[in-house]
């Protein structure tokens, strides 16, 4: 039995292997029957399944297109759509896509393959969500954070730095890779059957589950938020709206966050931390005068929301 079956690390290194060695490795797999390795004979079956298990880890590591991240950004938007509702206001929902979208002309990723979208949820919490490809939502509870509006451009551009760095992306290739080496782990010492192919060659689902239980219950890393907050200055800047608005946002979130809630407080680090970050960014920097065409309009627009 011994030599008709291959041990589950022999079978992990083998694929791993396959995968480092590119597309001529995988090609020439294509004409190669039973094979010894390392004194264990793996018949023809099990070949069969090891090229189709390194083909799909091999999709599993493809960078991911602008199309099929609009795709997963729209899979991810609907399933965020089934735990939040939108607001219904017209006029609020096109003023923050003139805002937004006016941001991310500003940004380093000025387009994506279906364009930036925002979206007002009626949540009395305090969140926002950036999926893949550009769809961004802002609870009720966030804009009351914000008092003028350039505190609500430093939302968004928070927001859209972390599409910009593709964030949600990278949570997603950790998921896949998470999914193909638990099955290698427990279907390792047998041939994989059909329902195991399906699974490594279909990760879509399980990719867009990843992204969504990132941005709703876990949250990014300090590092990515810190990233974010960093690219949200720059943005900010080059709009010209004030980047100190974005501190001023995040002492208001500090003293509305209940610590023990489940929105920001749970997802993100705390605001005064992220405050005593942005410091050395900002040093030197002067306050901008206040825009009273931008307050009148962010007043008249958002001032009973």
């Known amino acids: 039995m011994r030599n008709k079956l291959i041990p589950v690390v022999a079978l992990f290194f083998l694929v791993q292997s396959l995968l480092l060695s590119g597309c001529r490795t995988m090609d020439a797999l294509d004409g190669l029957g039973a094979i010894q390795v390392g004194g264990f004979s793996i018949s023809?079956?099990?070949?069969?399944?090891?090229?189709?298990?390194?083909?799909?880890?091999?999709?599993?590591?493809?960078?991911?297109?602008?199309?099929?991240?609009?795709?997963?950004?729209?899979?991810?938007g609907a399933k965020?759509?089934?735990?939040?509702?939108?607001?219904?206001?017209?006029?609020?929902?096109?003023?923050?896509?003139?805002?937004?979208?006016?941001l991310a002309a500003y940004s380093e990723m000025p387009e994506t393959f279906g364009g930036y979208h925002f979206l007002l949820l009626d949540d009395p919490s305090i969140n926002a969500f950036a999926a893949p490809g550009g769809l961004i939502f802002v609870s009720r509870g966030m804009l009351r954070c914000c008092l003028n509006e350039?505190?609500?451009?430093?939302?968004?551009?928070?927001?859209?730095?972390?599409?910009?760095?593709?964030?949600?992306?990278?949570?997603?290739?950790?998921?896949?890779?998470?999914?193909v080496f638990s099955i290698m782990a427990t279907e390792g010492v047998k041939q994989l059957a059909a329902p195991e192919i399906a699974e490594l060659t279909n990760l879509f689902e399980d990719s867009i589950h990843d992204v969504t239980s990132t941005l709703v219950n876990s949250g990014y890393s300090r590092a990515f938020e810190r990233q974010a907050?960093?690219?949200?200055?720059?943005?900010?800047?080059r709009t010209g709206y004030d980047p100190l608005a974005l501190n001023a946002m995040l002492g208001a979130m500090a003293q509305r966050l209940?610590?023990?809630?489940?929105?920001?407080?749970?997802?993100?680090?705390?605001?005064?931390?992220?405050?005593?970050?942005?410091e050395p960014l900002l040093a030197g920097r002067q306050a901008m005068a206040c825009d009273l065409a931008r307050y009148k309009r962010f007043k008249n627009t958002l001032g009973k929301i």
Do not use: C, W
């Open 44 to 76: 023809e079956s099990q070949m069969a399944s090891i090229k189709k298990t390194a083909k799909a880890m091999g999709r599993a590591f493809t960078d991911i297109t602008p199309e099929q991240e609009y795709y997963i950004g729209r899979a991810v």
């Open 80 to 102: 965020l759509l089934g735990q939040y509702h939108p607001y219904d206001d017209q006029r609020i929902n096109r003023y923050l896509n003139l805002i937004g979208r006016s």
């Open 150 to 179: 350039d505190e609500v451009a430093a939302v968004l551009a928070h927001e859209i730095a972390h599409v910009q760095l593709k964030h949600g992306l990278q949570a997603i290739k950790k998921g896949r890779l998470t999914n």
């Open 229 to 237: 907050d960093a690219a949200a200055l720059n943005i900010l800047a």
């Open 258 to 278: 209940d610590p023990q809630g489940l929105d920001f407080a749970k997802t993100h680090p705390d605001p005064k931390e992220r405050i005593k970050e942005l």
